[in-house]
């Protein structure tokens, strides 16, 4: 569903455990007001069409989760007037909201290296530190880095004298990740665990087969365990 900005605000404001959040109110041309929990929102011009799917419509009242710019009017092109700076479009804006959210999830998933390094072999940190790393920019890039792609892992020289033996990085599991919720929540078991993480933690769903261990380490942080 389209519809064309006549105005935006921010309606309400507070705190939870997922951090600040803003009620953001829309307001279409023809009189609609529709809520949304997408802070980009709230730089919408008037005149610039945006389609929100399918509202949310609950007792009579509208919202969306997510929307795509379709077009801007002439009047909302960057302007510039003497002393002062380019005007941000709501495409400027939409792009530096994605680039904040690049930077968080970047930063969370660098803070996860020390902990996966310290569960390494003897001798494997920098084998798992590259391998962590290019899969960290494969995540957000969504292909493995150019400067590395050539690099392959030295062999680990054992003496002939002594049985080879194949060592594995130990990796922390979707599974792991129940099995940790489960012991600090004090279940019996880890069937209420993923719906727990989604509905309660805020964690997109995603992120808990993708990233375990990063998640892990967001839901300490958030719940104060140690």
């Known amino acids: 569903m389209q519809i064309t900005i006549k105005s935006a605000k921010v309606g309400k404001t507070g705190t939870s455990k997922q951090g600040d959040w803003e009620l953001i109110i829309v307001t279409s041309e023809d009189g609609t007001d529709y809520a949304t929990f997408e802070k980009s929102a709230k730089n919408l011009l008037p005149g610039v069409v945006i389609d929100i799917g399918e509202p949310i419509i609950k007792e ?18 960057p302007t510039t007037t003497p002393n002062s700076k380019p005007q941000m479009t709501p495409a400027d804006w939409e792009r ?14 660098y803070m996860g290296l020390p902990a996966l390094l310290a569960c390494c072999p003897e001798g494997k940190a920098k084998v798992v530190w590259e391998a962590a790393l290019d899969y960290a920019l494969a995540h957000f890039n969504g292909t493995v880095p150019a400067s590395r792609k050539a690099v392959e ?6 003496k002939p004298t002594e049985p080879s033996e194949v060592i594995e990085v130990a990796l922390f599991t979707a599974q792991d990740l129940y099995e940790q919720i489960k012991e600090k929540m004090g279940w019996k078991n880890t069937a209420p665990v993923r719906s727990w993480l989604v509905n309660k933690a805020g964690i997109e769903e995603t992120r808990i087969d993708s990233e375990p261990e990063i998640v892990y380490q967001e839901v300490k942080e958030i719940q104060g365990w140690d």
């Open 96 to 109: 530096k909201e994605k680039l904040e959210q690049w930077s968080r999830e970047a930063n969370a998933c």
């Open 60 to 77: 009579g009242k509208c919202s969306f989760k997510e929307y795509t710019v379709i077009s801007t009017p002439a009047t909302s092109t």
């Open 153 to 158: 892992p030295k062999p680990v020289v054992t």
